[in-house]
């Protein structure tokens, strides 16, 4: 019972989203920020950005959120770039979480583009 009662909690984006950002700061990520993109991305509704320190510390910071949503019946979560470190994606469905080290985030500046994006189509 308790299983279905957590996997109910997490088919909401927003419970989600909450639940990413806490393992996140558990993990010590800096600079958390999360961008609802829903209506103007076909791939996501959420997008999650945060730095990590080392090749070490994002390679790790992924893997405690991806145990921390097996935990809670999540299952099937995509990593990508976890080999090098410097940007590591977790598809989650709904939710997307970029852990990036600071140049790479620096670099691509996702949080821009996205919200150009978000503030572009209203």
């Given at each position: ?22 393992s996140?700061?558990?993990?010590k ?94």
């Amino acid at each position: 019972m308790i299983n279905i009662q957590k996997e109910s909690i997490l088919n909401q984006t927003s419970k989600l989203v909450d639940f990413c950002q806490k393992s996140l700061d558990n993990s010590k990520a800096l600079d958390i920020v999360s961008i609802n993109v829903a209506g103007h991305s076909s791939i996501t509704d959420e997008m999650i950005i945060c730095t990590g320190t080392s090749n070490r510390h994002v390679g790790a910071i992924a893997d405690r959120l991806v145990d921390h949503l097996a935990q809670y019946g999540v299952h099937g979560v995509s990593i990508s770039g976890k080999n090098e470190g410097l940007w590591v994606l977790v598809d989650v469905g709904n939710v997307i979480v970029h852990i990036m080290q600071q140049e790479a985030r620096e670099r691509y500046g996702l949080e821009d583009l996205y919200k150009c994006v978000v503030a572009g189509a209203n």
